[in-house]
C-alpha cells in the first residue's frame, strides 16, 4: 500500500485549500459536519493508493507508474498491438502518477496479462517494489531484450 500525504489549511464553511491552489470542500470528502476548528488550521490529509486497484483492470487501469516515460512505452507498445489506451495522471503533493487506461473492457485482461502476467509479456513489476527514485529494472530488462 502506497500513503501519499498533502496539507492544506481549512477556511469557514468547510474548505481546505491544498498548496493555496486547490481547494476541497468538506462534504466532498466527509459525510460529517465539518468540525468546529477556526479558520487557518492546517490539516493533514492522507490517500491510501492499493497496488492491486492498479493491476485489477478496475475502470480500465491495468497499471501505473511514476515515470512518464514508462507509461509511454508501454502505450506505444499496446498501440501496435492495436489494444487502445490512454494515459491519465494524476498528482498528489509533488507525486505524479501515470495511470495506464485500457479504453475497451474486452481487452482489460489481455493488456494485464501482457503487462506482468505472461512469460512472453513484458514481465514487469511495480515502482513501488524498488526504491523511491530507482528506475523500474524490470522494464529496463525487457528493453535491454533479457
Not at 60 to 68: F, H, P, Q, R
Not at 112 to 125: E, V
Request: net charge negative; hydrophobic share 40%.
Amino acid at each position: 500500500m502506497i500513503i501519499l500525504k498533502t496539507k492544506g489549511v481549512y477556511n469557514e464553511g468547510g474548505e481546505v485549500v491544498i498548496n493555496s491552489v486547490k481547494t476541497i470542500h468538506w462534504k466532498d470528502i466527509s459525510e460529517e459536519i465539518p468540525p468546529q476548528i477556526p479558520a487557518g488550521t492546517s490539516i493533514t490529509f492522507e490517500m491510501a493508493l492499493d497496488e492491486n486497484e492498479f493491476l485489477s483492470g478496475k475502470n480500465g487501469i491495468v497499471w501505473a507508474t511514476y515515470d512518464s516515460r514508462q507509461a509511454e512505452i508501454i502505450q506505444s507498445t499496446f498501440l501496435a498491438q492495436q489494444i487502445n489506451c490512454e494515459i491519465n495522471n494524476i498528482s498528489f503533493d509533488n507525486e505524479d502518477l501515470f495511470l495506464i487506461i485500457i479504453t475497451n473492457k474486452i481487452e482489460v485482461q489481455d493488456a494485464i496479462d501482457f503487462i506482468w502476467k505472461n512469460n512472453d509479456g513484458l514481465r514487469l513489476k511495480p515502482d513501488w517494489h524498488y526504491g523511491k527514485g530507482e528506475i523500474n529494472k524490470s522494464l529496463e530488462q525487457w528493453l535491454s531484450g533479457h
